[in-house]
């Protein structure tokens, strides 16, 4: 594992290191693909994957003036992810490239709306705007929209959580922040179109 900052040369750091940051208090962001986190990441990790987005829901995410470390693993995204940050007047955030692959031991599922139909018990969490949860949304679902989550995600009821957006990328950070939390989440990474292709049942009116 390297860090790599802004006018500093790249030095080597432990995984250890990374686990000290969290727990220090620092905002410890993982800008690889949601698939990818998903899969394997440092505990205590957040992600927030590097795209178009990426700056925007960094600001809705990180308290002006907190500690902020990203981490990839390859310099290439840093630097795209340290760009957009500056942007928006966040400048000089530790970064990390990790090659401990070994040491990335939390993970959680992901699933598609197929697999929804055929889960018992499930909590579903909609983590889209509100006019979009009005606009339709599944029965019972739970709203909570994802820059509420840090603060209420603990209110949600015990089980399975299985967190959807419109597209898989806000869902994709709800649930890296339940999941440090300690809940179970099932990541939904699927477009809210296919909803209606496969005939689950929607209603419509406003969020409780």
């Not at 599944?138 to 989550?149: I, K, Y």
């Amino acid at each position: 594992m390297q860090v790599v900052t802004p006018k500093v040369h790249a030095r080597p750091v432990t995984a250890e290191e990374v686990t000290d940051a969290i727990l220090s208090g620092s905002w410890v962001i993982d800008v690889r693909s949601r698939a990818s986190f998903a899969q394997a990441h440092v505990p205590g990790t957040i992600n927030v994957e590097y795209g178009t987005r990426f700056a925007t829901c960094v600001g809705w995410l990180v308290p002006w003036g907190d500690d902020l470390v990203l981490l990839c693993d390859h310099p290439a995204g840093i630097d795209r992810a340290v760009h957009d940050l500056a942007a928006i007047g966040v400048d000089g955030p530790a970064t990390h490239v990790f090659d401990e692959q070994e040491r990335l031991t939390a993970s959680y599922r992901r699933a598609a709306w197929a697999e929804f139909l055929d889960a018992p018990g499930r909590i579903v969490v909609d983590v889209r705007r509100r006019d979009e949860y009005d606009a339709g949304h599944l029965p019972g679902a739970l709203h909570l929209p994802v820059q509420d989550v840090q603060a209420r995600g603990m209110e949600l009821p015990s089980g399975d959580l299985w967190i959807h957006c419109h597209s898989g990328y806000r869902a994709g950070i709800a649930a890296s922040l339940l999941h440090r939390m300690g809940r179970s989440v099932v990541h939904v990474d699927d477009a809210w179109d296919r909803v209606a292709e496969l005939a689950v049942p929607t209603t419509r009116g406003v969020a409780a």
